[in-house]
T-cell receptor
Framework: EAGVAQSPRYKIIEKRQSVAFWCNPI?????LYWYQQILGQGPKLLIQ????????DSQLPKDRFSAERLKGVDSTLKIQPAKLEDSAVYLC?????????????????FGEGSRLTVL | TQLLEQSPQFLSIQEGENLTVYCNSS?????LQWYRQEPGEGPVLLVT?????EVKKLKRLTFQFGDARKDSSLHITAAQPGDTGLYLC?????????FGTGTRLKVLA
């Protein structure tokens, strides 16, 4: 079974430029997550999709970040314009459907991440 | 806002030593997971605990979920260099997973 695919693996840009990250989840996984991980810290959830609908985007800086999941499969996360503090690893994860209603207990499968450096 | 605090933040030990990592919150979680992350990779699931007081063992790793489902611990017996990595707890509540602050473990040969 193929894992979660992300690209690019590395990206270096200057502040105020734009960047886009792509994620292809595991086939059949309804839920897709984008996390931001600052070096050495735990991942912070940016946005969560269930199929192609947004479940949670409360921590997404909407003035500069946007994400979409067209057709409920692939997803793209965009940053425009980038700031120095956006330097981080952007992790995409996917999981199967929820068990027991709104409670999530399934395993998250992560991609290798996209490392962004903003100069 | 649900927060998960892990302690210690960093841990450097010699091969063969035992250690415990803690994951604490003031919030109740429906389930709690532990992940390990190695440099340049995404986190990988180690275990999921669901019931308060539950204990699970994975070879030399022992995981416990607190009775009140607000905290968890990970105990490693006779640590090995291969245990080196970033350990993350993740609490599951309504709709989403919240990750802890992380514990970076280095086991020296």
């Amino acid at each position: 079974e193929a894992g979660v695919a992300q690209s690019p693996r590395y990206k270096i840009i200057e502040k105020r430029q734009s960047v886009a990250f792509w994620c292809n989840p595991i086939s059949g996984h309804a839920t897709l997550y984008w996390y931001q991980q600052i070096l050495g810290q735990g991942p912070k959830l940016l946005i969560q999709f269930q199929n192609n609908g947004v479940v949670d985007d409360s921590q997404l800086p909407k003035d500069r970040f946007s994400a979409e999941r067209l057709k409920g499969v692939d997803s793209t996360l965009k940053i425009q314009p980038a700031k120095l503090e956006d330097s981080a690893v952007y992790l995409c994860a996917s999981s199967q459907s929820i068990r027991g209603g709104r409670v999530y207990t399934g395993e998250l499968f992560f991609g290798e991440g996209s490392r962004l450096t903003v100069l | 806002t649900q927060l998960l605090e892990q302690s210690p933040q960093f841990l450097s030990i010699q091969e063969g030593e035992n250690l415990t990592v803690y994951c604490n919150s003031s919030s109740v979680f429906s389930s709690l997971q532990w992940y390990r992350q190695e440099p340049g990779e995404g986190p990988v699931l180690l275990v999921t605990v669901v019931t308060g007081g539950e204990v699970k063992k994975l070879k030399r790793l022992t995981f416990q979920f607190g009775d009140a489902r607000k905290d968890s611990s990970l105990h490693i017996t006779a640590a090995q260099p291969g245990d080196t990595g970033l350990y993350l707890c993740a609490g599951s509540g309504t709709y989403k997973y919240i990750f802890g602050t992380g514990t970076r473990l280095k086991v020296l040969a």
